[in-house]
């Protein structure tokens, strides 16, 4: 069975920084596409960053440069450290596999950056 649970959300100061994570359990950890996504307030969810299957990255364009996504195949752990923090990042975050043309979610982590 697929479990993917997140942590390490929070309150952050605009131009502070935050590192969420997800442990992945029930897969081969290095072989599936995965990656993090947001839901902001009204917002459509959409994807932030990920792994392809043969391992490269990628990242939309509104976090280049300020998200670095890395993981760890000893603890089947997901990261994604975010630097530079904008009030526009606040959103809920989840952790996102691809498995035999299904997608698994986490249950979410909340992001708030605010004054």
């Known amino acids: 069975q697929v479990q993917l649970v997140e942590s390490g959300g929070g309150l952050v100061q605009p131009g502070g920084s935050l590192r969420v994570s997800c442990v992945v359990s029930g897969i081969i950890f290095s072989i599936y596409p995965m990656g993090w996504y947001r839901q902001g307030p009204g917002k459509q969810r959409e994807l932030v960053a990920g792994?392809?299957?043969?391992?490269?990255?990628s990242y939309t364009d509104s976090v280049k440069g300020r998200f670095t996504i890395s993981r760890d195949y000893a603890k089947h752990t997901l990261y994604l450290q975010m630097n530079s923090l904008k009030p526009e990042d606040t959103a809920v975050y989840y952790c996102?596999?691809?498995?035999?043309?299904?997608?698994?979610w986490g249950q979410g982590t909340q992001v708030t950056v605010s004054s």
């Open positions: 792994f392809s299957s043969s391992g490269s990255t």
């Open positions: 996102n596999v691809v498995l035999g043309g299904s997608n698994y």
